[in-house]
Nanobody, 122 residues
Framework: VQLVESGGGLVQPGGSLRLSCAAS????????MSWVRQAPGKGPEWIST????????RYADSVKGRFTISRDNAKNMVFLQMNSLKPEDTALYYC????????????????RGQGTQVTVSS
C-alpha cells in the first residue's frame, strides 16, 4: 500500500489549493478514503471522508463549506479542494485509507501517506 500526497505549498489567506493523493498497491475503489491534518504541536485532526463511489462525503465542522473531497477511481487518485484558506488551516495534510468506521462514527485508518505541507500566511 502506498499513498503519496502532493499539491501543498504557501498560500495567502483567502486563497485556494488542490491536494492530490496517488494510491497504489491496492484497489482504491474498494476503500473509503480520508484526509487528515496535523498542525505543529497538535494531534491529528480528521478533515473529511469519502465513500467508495464518491457520492457520499463527510466533513469536519472546521472545513465544512470550504473544502471538497473527491476521487477518481479510474486514476487511483483522491483530491482535496481547499478554498477560503485561513491561517489556522496551516498543517501537514495526509490522505489515509479507512479500515473501518467505529460505532461512534469515527474513521479508523490502516495506512497513510507522508503528507504535504500547507502554509497559509500573508
Amino acid at each position: 500500500v502506498q499513498l503519496v500526497e502532493s499539491g501543498g505549498g504557501l498560500v495567502q489567506p483567502g486563497g485556494s489549493l488542490r491536494l492530490s493523493c496517488a494510491a497504489s498497491g491496492f484497489e482504491l475503489n474498494s476503500w473509503y478514503m480520508s484526509w487528515v491534518r496535523q498542525a505543529p504541536g497538535k494531534g491529528p485532526e480528521w478533515i473529511s471522508t469519502i465513500d467508495t463511489s464518491g457520492r457520499n462525503t463527510r466533513y469536519a465542522d472546521s472545513v465544512k463549506g470550504r473544502f471538497t473531497i473527491s476521487r477518481d477511481n479510474a486514476k487511483n487518485m483522491v483530491f482535496l479542494q481547499m478554498n477560503s484558506l485561513k491561517p489556522e488551516d496551516t498543517a501537514l495534510y495526509y490522505c489515509a485509507r479507512v479500515e473501518r468506521v467505529n460505532p461512534g462514527g469515527e474513521s479508523e485508518f490502516d495506512a497513510r501517506g507522508q503528507g504535504t505541507q500547507v502554509t497559509v500566511s500573508s
